[in-house]
C-alpha cells in the first residue's frame, strides 16, 4: 500500500543514503596549503578521522567554511525546502562530528543556538523556524525525495511508515496525518556517517583551483 516498512529488532535502511550525491561541501579557507601537507591530511588514519582531518587542518591555519551542496540536483532538491537549507543541513552535519551528536533533534536545538542563517529571535523562538524546516526535509526524504532525483515537491507514492519496536509493537504514521509523521520524524532521527571510500568524502579536493572538504549527510532512524 506503499508504506515503508523498518523494524528495530534488525538492521534499518537508512531513510536517506545518496551516497556521493549527497555530499556538502566545504571551502578549505585561511591559508594554502603546499600538495605535501594536503597529502599528509588526506592520509590520516584514525578511529574518528574525518573530525580529526578538520581538527589538522585547523590547526594548521586553515579554515573549513560551508560552500555549498556537491550534486547540482540535490542542491536544487535542498531549495525546494529553502534556499538557504543547504547551509542548514550542512552545519548539522560538520556539528555532529565536531560534537558527536547524532539526533536530529538535539542538533537542531544547537543550530537554534548557533542561528547559521542570521534570522530574527522572534522567528527562531515563536514560529519555531529551524524546526519546521527540518520536518519539511524529513517528510521529504520519508516520502520519496532522493538527491540524484529531481524533486519538484510533488507526493510520491509512498504513504507513510510501518515500523515494528523492539518489543514487536507496530507503529503507523501516515502522511496523511502530516504533523504526527514530522513529530515523530523530528524526534526518531538521526545522522549517520556513510563509507568513506564508497561515498568519496572525508578529504581535501582540488577542484578550479580551489580546495574543498566534502562531508555526507546520511539519515537514518534510531534503534529505540
Do not use: W
Amino acid at each position: 500500500v506503499g508504506f515503508r516498512i523498518y523494524s528495530r529488532i534488525g538492521g534499518m535502511n537508512p531513510l536517506l543514503d545518496g551516497g556521493r550525491a549527497a555530499n556538502i561541501k566545504f571551502e578549505q579557507k585561511g591559508i594554502r596549503f603546499p600538495s605535501p601537507t594536503i597529502n599528509k591530511i588526506n592520509s590520516l588514519e584514525t578511529d574518528n578521522e574525518v573530525l580529526d582531518r578538520m581538527l589538522m587542518i585547523e590547526r594548521l591555519g586553515g579554515e573549513i567554511k560551508f560552500n555549498d551542496a556537491a550534486d547540482k540536483i540535490f542542491r536544487s532538491n535542498l531549495h525546494m525546502i529553502d534556499l538557504h537549507f543547504p547551509r542548514l543541513i550542512g552545519e548539522m552535519v560538520r556539528t555532529m562530528y565536531y560534537d558527536n551528536i547524532t539526533k536530529v533533534c538535539e542538533l537542531v536545538d544547537i543550530i537554534k543556538e548557533q542561528n547559521p542563517l542570521k534570522i530574527k529571535d522572534e522567528l527562531i523562538r515563536k514560529h519555531g523556524y529551524y524546526e519546521h524546516k527540518v520536518k519539511e526535509f524529513l517528510l521529504a526524504i520519508a516520502t520519496g525525495m532522493r538527491p540524484a532525483k529531481l524533486y519538484n515537491g510533488k507526493e510520491s507514492a509512498i504513504g507513510g511508515i510501518l515500523i515494528m519496536n523492539a518489543d514487536g509493537q507496530i507503529l503507523c504514521y501516515s502522511k496523511l496525518d502530516r504533523q504526527t509523521f514530522a513529530d515523530f520524524l523530528l524526534l526518531n532521527t538521526r545522522l549517520e556517517k556513510g563509507n568513506l571510500q564508497k561515498d568519496h568524502y572525508g578529504y581535501l579536493e582540488r577542484e578550479n583551483n580551489l580546495f574543498y572538504f566534502k562531508l555526507n549527510l546520511k539519515v537514518g532512524l534510531l534503534k529505540r
